[in-house]
């Protein structure tokens, strides 16, 4: 299997699970405003614990994780973009091709709730 058949099968898949497409958008969507809340609310009460308790080793221990999960939510935020533009190079490789598949998985992930992905996801289900 080379990259022109899996580029043409992106394509497919992208125009006919248009819906689906959108609804892991939307998921996506909700994660991206969840993840960085849980993060705050979880270091507001960490570090609430810590102070309280009064203890330097605890104040240090609960810095530590809040920094990882920091990074864990800067990780989580970015996978969308990152498989995106992963996905991108690969498309690019078959530059005789119409994109214009890939282009409506690309918009219906990164902002499921634009005209484009409405259009495609109206489009797909009849």
């Known amino acids: 299997m080379n990259i022109l058949t899996l580029g043409s099968g992106i394509t497919d898949f992208?125009?006919?699970?248009a819906n689906v497409v959108q609804l892991i958008g939307y998921i996506l969507l909700?994660?991206?405003?969840?993840i960085?809340?849980?993060?705050i609310a979880l270091g507001m009460f960490d570090f609430g614990k810590a102070v309280v308790a009064e203890k330097?080793?605890?104040v240090k221990k609960q810095t530590k994780r809040l920094i990882y999960r920091i990074v864990a939510g800067i990780v989580i935020f970015f996978i969308p973009t990152i498989v995106m533009f992963l996905f991108d190079i690969a498309v690019s490789y078959d530059t005789e091709k119409e994109e214009a598949g890939f282009d409506v998985c690309q918009q219906c992930i990164l902002s499921p709730g634009s005209a484009e992905c409405k259009t495609k996801v109206s489009a797909s289900k009849n």
């Not at 992208?14 to 699970?17: A, F, N, P, R, S």
């Open 14 to 17: 992208c125009q006919k699970m």
């Open 56 to 58: 330097e080793d605890e």
């Open 30 to 34: 909700v994660f991206k405003i969840a």
């Open 36 to 39: 960085p809340l849980i993060i």
